[in-house]
């Protein structure tokens, strides 16, 4: 997921519901085929599935807040920790009842202070009934990561919790076990994965045991085992998905990686990928630009279908505000 800032050679410098927790889900014929959301300048970057509650929740680079989106598209505050300036990717752990956020500070917050532009980077941890405060982890310090400016953008979980988070400015990827709120370093291989604000961006997590992580600059595709780190490996492609933000692992084992032009020159819309090589190799089966929407970010598989979101953000970067953003199915 990139997050730009209101110039490009900032961006290079620095790199960056109340539907209720007891409602049921709603049937897919009941599903929108696109919401339009509504919020106070909310500018979400990030979007998950809520199962529980059969609505999507989302973040927000200008409020820092987790938001439960109504089926009309209409918000309700879930989490607003009076911390985190801005956050980005936002996952839903079920079977822990957790939901969880990264966050930094890309200068465009209303939480934005000295203190905190371009040094917040970080994962927080929330109940996902409540939205309490569970664990705030700090990632622009971890121990044998590179010093200087961090950027917490994207992650993935395993299956036992873990989140391996993708840092676009250091080039690295963190591992968090989000129960004890520790963090350790994964991989740290720039020269791969890239930096400086357009380096490792949407990530997920295979249940063939590694991570497959998009490098926003080139597109070029990483394999990265979680258990062999130094294993990384570039998957062969038969065309570079340049722009690539968010990922999503979709149940018939296809890649869809969302393309905008926030810090490139792509045009904005969705690749599918397939892999019939355990993602040593894979090619495109779909393609679908330009996107109606000016800069998508990320998709979230769901029981529904695939959706994408589009929060505005080059807006909010040139100073503009905006208090629309779409969530649109991808077909």
Known sequence: MTIVFSRRSALLA???????AAAAPARASDRPSVVHG?????????????HARGAFLVGSVRHGTISVVRRDGTVRTLVDDGVMVSTL???????????????????????????????QSGLGVFDLATGALLHRVDLSAVPGSAAGVHGANDFALDASGNAYVTDIVSGEIF???????????????????GRDGVGPNGVVWHPGGFLLVVRYDTGALLRVPVHAPGRISEVRLDEPVVGGDGLALRPDGTLVVVINRLASTATPGVAVLRSDDGWSSARTVARSAPWPDPDPTTA??????????????????AGTLDDTFTIRALR
Do not use: N
């Not at 966050?103 to 917050?109: E, F, L, N, T, Y």
């Open 89 to 119: 990717a936002v996952h839903v752990d079920p079977a822990r009842g957790r939901v969880l956020a990264t966050h930094q500070d890309p200068g465009v917050g209303t939480r934005s202070s000295a203190a905190t532009m371009y040094r």
């Open 175 to 193: 591992r968090v076990d989000p129960a004890a709120g520790r963090a350790t370093l994964l991989l740290s291989r720039p020269d791969l994965l």
């Open 14 to 20: 620095t790199g960056l519901g109340a539907l209720g």
């Open 300 to 317: 979230v598989a769901t029981a529904h279908g695939t959706y994408v979101i589009e929060g505005r953000l080059a807006g909010l970067f």
């Open 38 to 50: 509504s919020a106070p300048a909310l500018h979400p970057e990030g979007i998950t599935w809520d």
